[in-house]
């Protein structure tokens, strides 16, 4: 049976299954704010709607206790001011199961149309939640518009495609028939119905709260579940917006709105979260954060189905190169953007201490660890223009964790504060490059530096820096290795490392693509792997088994007639 959200979508999702199938670019979504796009004021109402939420309640007609929580602050040197209605877990649990029967009877169709109407709807505030996730997270605005905007926009369609792929091989029902020879067949008519965990609770992040929030919250949605929204509490304003949007949306479709509800917190929330965590009601969660929340959930919440995406190391390797400064200033770009505050920036960069094959000749190990070093401060040295790239530090642990690195080896770089020409409280820092040695320094540099730190590292060899990536990456966790290399079996070897480390690899980077930037439809971001994460966005793996399959079958007259 079909719904008509689902016909009013259904060219998108075509296109979209056909992007999954051939990992070509893609995307429905333009990532440029362009007037012609969005329209002419686009920009600036998205920034008075923003402005709009600050000093305020959130208004969401949801169960709630009365009161109100919140206590944002803008990495740009403000407070939001913004108060949400506080729910209790035991509401919030009571109302999805009661909204969870008759979504669950709509149907697939009912939920991917549902799904790609919220989507679309949110497409159409993406300057909104632009400015969001700005003032949430630090990012940039640019970044913030792209990556919280239209490229979150495209992991949750990737995620609500894969989850179609699998919906759609489940008939409905059949007819079944084994022969028997003289005998009549033995017939049964069978129905499958595709029943939904229950109730999800997706648990977001300070630094991306709806790229990395919005993959679990369609593939639960578009699998049937209910979801709980738990955004981070430094980070709750671009969530809201989300779950206000899918509630109207439901409302209008004639469902339950409690199938989508936020739990807004107060900072210092870990305890309501664990209890929460290991409810029985709760059969799916989706998180992404630190490697000791991470893993605790992984081995106390054993009700639900757990996604994570935790820390983890970021290498890079280089062995040779033809141009050294188109490679420095390669690096030094994912090293500075969102002032290393990706899970995908990478950390470690090993060089051999006997130095590096160029198109020149043999460049010493200190002349290349110069370059980076050097392509970075030359990249910040403009504070109006760095601002725009750097964006500001999401939280005062970054700052501190800057100042504990900084004493760990020989400063190349070191991290300086800049003024924002427009916020002049913003907290801004340029990136920290130390050098270190591998024969002495491995119980530091397999640690995850969050932040604007990076190493560059001495290596007996490029074979010695590629196994450290792989031991390390298999065994500490990492989204991303790179190298580079002018050898074809340096890359071959590459190749190897990053099967054994069970990481992504990126080979010789050297223009307007990073290593710390991933396309949906085309770029699996993570791969479950590694200690990093236990599963990636998105495959199949991360959507069919948010859903079971219930069969009945009975016994029929059979249709075919024995020879």
């Not at 300057?127 to 919280?148: K, N």
């Not at 907290?427 to 002495?440: E, G, I, N, S």
């Not at 540099?445 to 820096?465: C, K, L, M, N």
Request: aromatic share 8%; net charge negative.
């Amino acid at each position: 049976m079909t719904h008509p959200l689902f016909t009013k979508h259904e060219d998108t999702l075509q296109k979209a299954l056909t992007a999954i199938e051939t990992r070509g670019y893609w995307s429905p979504f333009p990532e440029m704010p362009s007037p012609k796009v969005y329209g002419e004021t686009a920009n600036a109402d998205g920034e008075t709607a923003f402005k709009a939420h600050l000093n305020k309640t959130f208004e969401l007609d949801q169960p709630s206790t009365g009161e109100t929580v919140g206590a944002e602050q803008s990495p740009f040197g403000f407070p939001l001011g913004i108060r949400y209605p506080k729910s209790e877990p035991d509401a919030l649990i009571a109302a999805a199961a009661q909204a969870q029967r008759k979504w669950r009877e709509a149907g697939p169709k009912a939920w991917i149309g549902v799904s790609l109407e919220i989507l679309a709807r949110i497409n159409r505030l993406s300057f909104e939640i632009g400015y969001s996730v700005m003032h949430t997270t630090g990012q940039a605005f640019m970044m913030a518009f792209q990556a919280g905007g239209p490229h979150a926009q495209d992991r949750a369609l990737e995620a609500i495609t894969y989850a179609w792929d699998q919906l759609r091989r489940i008939p409905a029902d059949a007819h079944w028939e084994k022969p028997q020879g003289k005998n009549p067949p033995l017939a049964m008519q069978k129905r499958f119905n595709i029943v939904p965990r229950g109730t999800a609770l997706l648990l977001g992040c300070c630094t991306f709260p709806t790229w990395n929030g919005y993959p679990g919250l369609f593939a639960d949605l578009a699998t049937g579940n209910t979801v709980i929204v738990k955004p981070h509490p430094g980070a709750i304003l671009p969530l809201a917006i989300t779950v206000r949007i899918a509630r109207d949306v439901l409302h209008e479709a004639g469902f339950d709105p409690n199938v989508v509800t936020l739990l807004a917190t107060d900072p210092n929330d870990g305890e309501l979260v664990q209890n929460l965590s290991r409810r029985p009601e709760i059969k799916l969660i989706d998180f992404t954060g630190s490697t000791q929340n991470g893993t605790w959930l992984e081995r106390n919440a054993h009700q639900a189905q757990v996604f994570t995406e935790k820390a983890g190391v970021n290498q890079i390797v280089i062995d040779s190169a033809d141009d050294l400064k188109s490679v420095a200033r390669n690096i030094a770009f994912s090293l500075a953007l969102y002032s290393g505050q990706m899970c995908t920036a990478p950390q470690n960069i090993y060089v051999p201490r006997e130095g590096i094959r160029t198109a020149e000749g043999t460049i010493s190990f200190d002349a290349v660890a110069e370059a980076i070093a050097s392509a970075v401060q030359k990249l910040c040295s403009d504070p109006a223009r760095a601002v725009e790239l750097l964006g500001a530090i999401q939280n005062e642990s970054v700052i501190q964790r800057l100042d504990e690195a900084r004493k760990l080896g020989r400063v190349l770089a070191d991290s300086q504060s800049l003024e924002h020409p427009a916020f002049t409280g913003a907290r801004v820092r340029t990136p920290l490059v130390l050098q270190l040695d591998a024969a002495k320094d491995e119980s530091l540099f397999t640690r995850e530096w969050f932040g604007p730190i990076s190493f560059v590292i001495a290596t007996d060899s490029t074979g010695q820096s590629l196994d450290l990536a792989g031991r390390i990456a298999a065994e500490h966790g990492a989204l991303t290795l790179s190298v580079y290399s002018t050898d074809a079996e340096v890359i071959e070897a590459a190749e190897e490392a990053s099967i054994r480390g069970g990481v992504a690899l990126s080979i010789n980077l050297t223009g307007g693509v990073f290593v710390n930037q991933s396309a949906a439809f085309s770029d699996f971001h993570g791969t479950g792997a590694n200690p990093a994460a236990n599963a990636a966005l998105a495959d199949a793996a991360f959507v069919a088994n948010r859903f079971r399959v219930v069969q009945s079958r009975v016994h029929v007259e059979p249709k075919a007639v024995p020879a």
